[in-house]
């Protein structure tokens, strides 16, 4: 139980510390970025970031991924575990798919 709580603790402080280091990106508009959610390997040597960009997603994307190892950099500044997790940002494709089947459902209608 212990456990959960703590892995639970990790990932929350790992996104908080994500979305703070965006603002340390040059050139990176941090409105246009959502961190919808992220999940922590049991080992809590990996995760994985799920984000949502609002506007030029591929060069947004493409940047996010490019600063990755910059960004792992400003987070551990402020880690304070042993192990700090590789980074792997994803497009999350929840909110438009979600967004789709809401169209769906009232065209059904």
């Given at each position: 139980?212990?456990?959960s709580?703590?892995?639970?603790?990790?990932?929350?402080l790992?996104?908080?510390?994500?979305?703070?280091?965006?603002?340390?990106?040059?050139?990176?508009?941090?409105?246009?970025?959502?961190?919808?959610?992220?999940?922590?390997?049991?080992?809590?040597?990996?995760?994985k970031?799920?984000?949502?960009?609002?506007?030029?997603?591929?060069?947004?994307?493409?940047?996010?991924?490019?600063?990755?190892?910059?960004?792992?950099?400003?987070?551990?500044?402020?880690?304070?575990?042993?192990k700090?997790?590789e980074?792997?940002?994803i497009?999350?494709?929840?909110?438009?798919?979600?967004?789709?089947?809401?169209?769906?459902?009232?065209?059904?209608?």
């Amino acid at each position: 139980m212990m456990n959960s709580i703590m892995h639970g603790r990790k990932a929350s402080l790992l996104q908080k510390l994500i979305g703070e280091s965006f603002y340390e990106l040059q050139d990176f508009n941090v409105t246009n970025v959502a961190l919808n959610d992220l999940i922590l390997s049991k080992d809590g040597s990996y995760a994985k970031i799920y984000v949502t960009f609002f506007k030029d997603k591929d060069r947004y994307f493409e940047k996010i991924t490019k600063m990755t190892p910059f960004i792992r950099s400003v987070v551990a500044r402020n880690w304070n575990y042993k192990k700090l997790p590789e980074l792997e940002f994803i497009i999350d494709t929840v909110e438009p798919n979600a967004n789709r089947i809401e169209k769906i459902l009232k065209e059904i209608k």
